[in-house]
């Protein structure tokens, strides 16, 4: 059974800085595609950011602040967010695939997402 769990989510202010985690188990880790999503009160869920094919791929919001890493022997995902908005405030969600794929920023091309971490960032 495949398990996701995001965390470190949080309360920060305007400038400040979070790194989320999102750890995977019983699926192989590192050989497909991997993203964050977030979805804003209200909004739908959007995409962030991911690996694919060794690549590292931004919404052009959050290039220069955010950036997406993972620790395959830790089976581990990560988001640093740095320089954070107010409008980077929503629920991040983490999301696997068994295989890599270009069309990395669209929702259908995971199986495999977490239950979702807040993070609220204060003017």
């Known amino acids: 059974q495949v398990q996701v769990v995001e965390s470190g989510g949080g309360l920060v202010q305007a400038g400040g800085s979070l790194r989320l985690s999102c750890t995977a188990s019983?699926?192989?880790?590192?050989?497909?595609?991997m993203a964050w999503f977030r979805q804003g009160p209200g909004e739908e869920r959007n995409w962030v950011s991911c690996?694919?094919?060794?690549?590292?791929l931004y919404v052009d919001s959050v290039k220069g602040r955010f950036t997406i890493s993972a620790d395959n022997a830790k089976n581990t995902l990560y988001l640093q967010m740095n320089s954070l908005e107010p409008e980077d405030t929503a629920t991040y969600y983490c999301?696997?695939?068994?295989?890599?794929?270009?069309?990395?920023?669209?929702?259908?091309?995971?199986?495999?997402w977490g239950q979702g971490t807040q993070v609220t960032v204060s003017s």
């Open positions: 999301a696997l695939a068994d295989l890599n794929n270009s069309f990395c920023y669209r929702k259908t091309t995971y199986k495999y």
């Open positions: 019983g699926l192989n880790f590192g050989s497909g595609t």
């Open positions: 690996i694919t094919g060794g690549r590292a």
